[in-house]
């Protein structure tokens, strides 16, 4: 049965939820970063006052709070090109290392903090962080883990459900290119994504259903909002998710990666996969369709690039498995001819020599754990690496 079953979908007025058309094809990145304390570096408590020392002002409002006060998020502006979206996240890392020096933490990327503890977070003073945690319990404390998020422009609410749809089909890509979480809770978790685990426990994760239409989605909608299920589109914790106020549809399965430049290279991946998707409209969506998104799913979280995607034929009689750097290969191979400028070619050059090599994050942090043999030590290579931040395509 597929979810769309369990549904009488009716005629709604389109004002239920109106979608705001944006440029196509622009993008921009949500950055969530840890804090940590130079003495031990574990996670810092510092997130309120780290806002006041943002210099200049105008960029507070790119640097927002989040669920505890470990984490800050960095917000981009709207870009059609990766070099620039990367020119502004340099200034906005900049403002962030000069708050943080007052405050004497760090500030550092990476999918999980390798050995906080959960239950001594502290939920940050905000009606709705609270709310989230009367709702949630100990669930809201354990979503102290750190993720990118890709917003991709669209011009209305049908092209959004079908480009959501058709990313879920690289979600083992996006998960395996940028998995940076291999220790939780003090522990190697034997998997390169262990943060996508934690996002799992929320009831209203996983995957869209198997709408196509907006105005079904609105009926939808409407009948978890009657319910009193949801309050908004942000009580939806999905891997991909259309975001109808912004006019976007919003990636969200990516570790947040050790560089700010792997981040942006996520970002033109999105960008470029939603120009094939969207003019091509190569993926059919069926009732079928999530049958093997667990599977795939787990495989990027567990083994990175070097997992297997299982895909189906046409026919449905037999299947086929492929390793994920492979298919990673194959995608980036075709969607040379999407590329419009010398960042994006370049852009797809760096990303073919991270999955040609099989190098990730995860990989960086255990050979740093090997070398130091201290999770302290860890923290505070990936931290001096967030902050100066070489090229993720060079020899680290």
Request: charged share 20%; glycine share 6%.
């Amino acid at each position: 049965m597929s979810p769309r079953d369990n549904f009488v979908i009716e005629e709604v007025p389109q004002e239920i939820l109106p979608f705001t058309s944006s440029t196509p094809f622009t993008m921009g990145i949500e950055l969530e970063l840890q804090l940590v304390n130079r003495r031990n570096y574990n996670l810092a408590t510092d997130a309120v006052d780290l806002l006041t020392w943002i210099e200049p002002r105008d960029l507070q409002k790119q640097i927002k709070l989040e669920m505890t006060q470990g984490m800050i998020e960095l917000n981009s502006a709207v870009h059609t090109r990766v070099d620039q979206l990367t020119e502004e996240l340099k200034e906005l890392r900049a403002a962030l290392t000069r708050g943080a020096k007052h405050l004497n933490i760090d500030v550092a990327g990476g999918g999980a903090h390798p050995f906080q503890n959960w239950s001594e977070q502290r939920i940050t003073p905000s009606a709705r962080f609270h709310e989230l945690h009367e709702k949630y319990g100990y669930l809201a404390k354990t979503f102290t883990v750190f993720g990118q998020h890709i917003h991709v422009g669209v011009a209305d609410g049908d092209d959004a459900l079908y480009l959501t749809h058709g990313l879920a089909h690289y979600v083992p890509h996006f998960i395996a290119l940028s998995a940076a979480s291999p220790f939780y809770q003090g522990v190697d978790t034997a998997f390169a994504s262990s943060r996508s685990n934690v996002v799992r426990a929320f009831p209203l994760a996983g995957t869209v259903p198997v709408l196509t239409r907006w105005s079904d989605f609105e009926a939808y909608y409407q009948e978890l909002l009657q319910l009193g299920i949801i309050g908004s589109m942000k009580d939806f914790y999905w891997d991909i998710r259309p975001k109808p106020e912004y006019g976007t549809v919003e990636v969200r399965v990516c570790d947040t990666p050790l560089t700010l430049e792997h981040a942006a290279l996520l970002g033109c991946y999105a960008q470029l996969l939603s120009r094939w998707l969207l003019t091509e409209r190569p993926v059919e969506i069926h009732s079928d369709f999530y049958l093997l998104y667990q599977y795939n799913r787990f495989e990027a979280s567990r083994y990175g690039l070097d997992g297997q995607i299982a895909q189906q034929h046409m026919s449905r009689q037999s299947g086929s498995k492929q390793p994920i750097f492979l298919s990673v290969l194959d995608r980036l191979q075709d969607l040379k001819r999407y590329a419009q400028n010398e960042a994006e070619v370049l852009a797809l050059k760096r990303l073919r020599h991270i999955a040609y090599e099989r190098l990730n994050d995860a990989a960086w942090l255990r050979n740093a754990y090997k070398q130091r043999g201290s999770l302290n030590d860890v923290v505070r290579l990936s931290s001096e690496l967030w902050m100066t931040s070489a090229s993720p395509s060079s020899p680290r």
